[in-house]
């Protein structure tokens, strides 16, 4: 939905409509609700929203040419830098807080509005952010740049770029390996799993501080392609958002044009807030790298197209100084020195703020730019690099490579080119025709069950074909390995489609007969597959006898008969209500039916599901109607596999009652996991005259004698005291008998 | 209209093998025979409810590749 100004009136202050409605011809005079009534007139009016657009300077016609090209919405900072990047003079240039004032002025001039934050009732203006009504942008025309003319360099010792397939082959590698996992779960905050990453990082055979894509550096891929992708919104939150999971399945993606699938992904990366290529400190300013972004995107697009011409990175890179230069950085931008008296009467404060703006950009955007190159606009195929056999001795921050990965070629990078599929992405304009695959044959199967792709012939149904039944073992730039595996092929049959099929898909694209002993290795791994089936929820009906079951199937019951009196109903087969008598449904807690009792009793209702015999059977022995618990119907079962939790499990289940304590230790005991115990014989004093009791309890001579007391009338003795206490009974006239506690 | 009063049993876990023996086998072994239940004829059995995975697995340690549906 476009932008209608009229909507946002109660937002925006007063001087702010007036001097709006003041371009749309309405002067001083009248009140507020005549303003608005007025802008809301006109911009019904298409003639007078033309007349207005033609008394626009150059710079507000390119705004709003700028604000179409972006859907109606621009970032005022990106908008500033655009002007200043092609050189279109506006006042605001060199001001203080100009680029406050300058989404002010363009506001003012009655072609803008800026965005409100709307969680709030509140005047909140957001200058930050600019939009228009779309009756204005539907009489402004494309945006139409000058070229930029950067000056030509010659063509690189080496060069390194990647087609268009392969770009499509790492965009499907990475679904599919999301799709392989379920989705990426989500924190309670919002944010991906770490441990979701981690799995997903190893799928990709990533390290987690970064990966070399044909020896450049790529930093923390996995968060830098997921974000992308949900930036994209190839990745979306499910229901409760609890996960990421793909919004198309990889097959639905893949059959797109590499254009469509490409540019989508290159949206994401243009606006990811939680990745950056390169950063001087670790903390990232995302409104600033996502302007870089742009910004180099702009210049990209603006570059020659009807030439093959290298470009330096030195010369981009002080291109990018000089035009925005004293404006732009990636940490925030700069307020420009010009607006200052003493810059203006002393040019050589103004030289030297120059060049220590320059150092740091050398240090800073120009590192930036570099692994910008590298990174995504190489991943997906827009630059050719062009690469030096010595590599410049620049200063560098870049983590390096882990010494088991080849060597991190970042720094050789000293030019660059647009490649094909570059000039299509960014000049959709021109509907360059871009050979798109279709399934031929683009692989040899080796006898070691290794597949050798090759990217330049693979369609991209064809990669989702290898990635469901094969593993990937190693991207190169123009091939692709991939290994068959029991358990690969295992797992592609399992999504759904038969032995003969993947046999066949796989054959049509070979280049070459598949080996003998592959394809015989592979049918007995689908042959194996048949032996067994497992099925998660299925309906039985039971009847009480065979003959009513044929009779049933004679009045049209359909299914598997199992066994006299059973039927495997095929899947969604609706069951005629009144044949039911009694539905058990298995997902659901069975009914708790049994009572034990502390020496293992059970006594059973009578229940009406499949399991409840089969359990009994496995750990009791029957005692007429009922069953018991014993030591030796335990031993069988444990050693026939069980395990004690599985009866306690069992029991809980299906229990009325807590399960008494006590025969819970006897069955762990029973299972082999006896508790350990320890019985002492003891010594007591007993005394039932009170009095007498605690003259002794508490006697200081006699307390060291005494472990404890027992009840009221009884201590316990220390064993080793005992002699001790004797004598000091006597001493006190007490004899001392040997004392019976009867019950 | 005759009567054919039925128990519907809904949401069941199965095993279907493709030869008696093979079910023998898998009931007699200490590493499945726990999850498998209840056999309905000489080739299907009543798996313990939510454990299919937990079989999926076994069956996969004891080199089988069943196909789950």
Not at chain 1, 28 to 39: D, H, L, M, V, W
Not at chain 1, 189 to 209: D, H, I, Y
Not at chain 1, 637 to 642: H, M, Q, T
Request: hydrophobic share 40%; net charge neutral.
């Amino acid at each position: 939905m476009g932008v209608r100004f009229e909507n946002y009136f109660t937002r925006l202050t007063a001087p702010l409509i007036a001097d709006m409605a003041k371009c749309w011809g309405i002067d001083k005079g009248y009140s507020q609700s005549q303003f608005k009534n007025a802008i809301t007139r006109a911009l019904k009016d298409p003639q007078q929203i033309q007349r207005l657009i033609a008394g626009l300077q150059p710079y507000e016609r390119l705004a709003l040419e700028i604000a179409k090209s972006q859907g109606g919405q621009v970032s005022t900072s990106i908008l500033a830098t655009t002007l200043q990047l092609l050189e279109v003079e506006h006042p605001f240039k060199v001001q203080y807080n100009s680029d406050s004032d300058f989404a002010q002025a363009l506001i003012r001039r009655g072609i803008f509005i800026p965005e409100v934050r709307s969680n709030t009732l509140y005047y909140n203006p957001n200058y930050d952010l600019l939009m228009s009504d779309e009756r204005i942008l539907a009489q402004v025309g494309e945006a139409k740049f000058p070229q930029i003319l950067l000056k030509t360099t010659s063509s690189p010792d080496t060069s390194s770029y990647r087609p268009a397939a392969s770009v499509v082959f790492s965009i499907l590698g990475f679904m599919q390996a999301i799709a392989d996992l379920g989705g990426v779960k989500l924190t309670k905050s919002g944010t991906p799993q770490v441990n979701s990453f981690r799995k997903l990082m190893k799928a990709q055979r990533w390290e987690e501080t970064g990966t070399l894509i044909d020896g450049f550096w790529f930093p923390q891929p996995t968060e830098g392609m997921a974000a992308a992708f949900n930036a994209a919104s190839v990745l979306i939150p499910n229901d409760d958002e609890s996960i990421l999971v793909l919004a198309n399945p990889v097959e639905v993606f893949a059959n797109r044009p590499y254009l469509t699938q490409v540019g989508q992904i290159l949206s994401g990366f243009t606006v990811v807030s939680n990745w950056a290529e390169w950063s001087p400190s670790g903390w990232i300013n995302v409104e600033r790298y996502i302007e870089a972004r742009q910004t180099l995107l702009q210049v990209l697009k603006l570059l020659p197209l009807d030439t093959q011409d290298w470009y330096s990175l030195d010369d981009l890179e002080k291109f990018l100084f000089e035009r925005i230069g004293d404006r732009f950085s990636l940490v925030g931008n700069l307020p420009s020195p010009l607006q200052f008296k003493k810059f203006v009467d002393q040019p050589e404060l103004a030289q030297r703020w120059r060049e220590e703006r320059q150092k740091d950009w050398q240090n800073r955007e120009k590192q930036w730019l570099r692994q910008a190159l590298a990174t995504w606009l190489y991943l997906l195929g827009i630059v050719e690099l062009g690469l030096t056999r010595s590599a410049p001795t620049l200063p560098t921050t870049k983590k390096k490579s882990p010494e088991s990965l080849p060597p991190n070629q970042t720094d050789a990078i000293v030019s660059f080119r647009l490649t094909e599929l570059g000039r299509a992405l960014l000049h959709p304009e021109l509907a360059l025709h871009l050979v798109e695959m279709t399934p031929q044959p683009a692989w040899i199967v080796q006898p070691n069950f290794e597949i050798l792709v090759y990217l330049d012939q693979v369609a991209p149904s064809q990669i989702v074909f290898l990635d469901r039944y094969a593993e990937r073992i190693d991207l190169q730039q123009h091939t692709a390995q991939y290994r068959l595996t029991r358990e690969s092929v295992y797992q592609g049959l399992e999504r759904g489609s038969s032995l003969e099929e993947f046999i066949d898909l796989l054959r049509t694209g070979a280049k070459v007969a598949l080996p003998q002993n592959v394809e015989i290795d592979i049918r007995q791994w689908g042959g194996l597959r048949e032996q067994i089936t497992l099925r998660r929820h299925t309906q039985i009906v039971e009847f009480s006898d065979s003959q009513i079951m044929q009779a049933a199937m004679a009045k049209g019951l359909k299914g598997k008969i199992l066994g006299d009196r059973f039927i495997l109903l095929e899947a969604n087969t609706p069951l005629t209500d009144s044949w039911v008598e009694q539905r058990i449904n298995y997902d659901r807690p069975l009914a708790s039916c049994l009572s034990v009792n502390e020496i293992g009793e059970v006594k059973t209702q009578e229940v009406a599901d499949l399991l409840l015999e089969t359990q009994l059977k496995r750990w009791m022995e029957p005692r007429g109607k009922n069953w018991a618990l014993t030591q030796a119907s335990v031993t069988q079962a444990i050693r026939s596999g069980n395990k004690v939790n599985d009866i306690l499990e069992f029991l809980e289940e299906r229990l009325n009652h807590s399960l008494p304590q006590l025969l819970k230790v006897a069955l762990t005991a029973w299972s082999g996991r006896a508790p350990s115990v320890e019985m002492e014989e003891i010594i007591v004093l007993r005394c039932i005259n009170a009095e007498v009791f605690t003259a002794i309890a508490k006697s200081k001579k006699l307390r060291s004698h005494f472990a404890g007391q027992l009840a009221p009338d009884i201590l316990l003795v220390k064993r080793s005291q005992l002699q001790k206490l004797k004598q000091d009974l006597e001493w006190l006239g007490i004899p001392v008998e040997q004392l019976t506690i009867q019950d | 209209m005759p009567k054919y009063k039925a128990k519907l049993h809904t949401g069941v876990p199965l095993i279907e093998v493709a030869t008696p023996l093979l079910l023998d086998t898998l009931m007699s072994n200490p590493r499945t025979a726990p999850l498998i239940l209840t056999r309905l004829d000489d080739r299907t059995a009543i798996v313990a409810p939510g454990k299919i995975d937990e079989l999926l697995e076994r069956l996969k340690k004891l080199g089988q590749l069943p196909k789950v549906l």
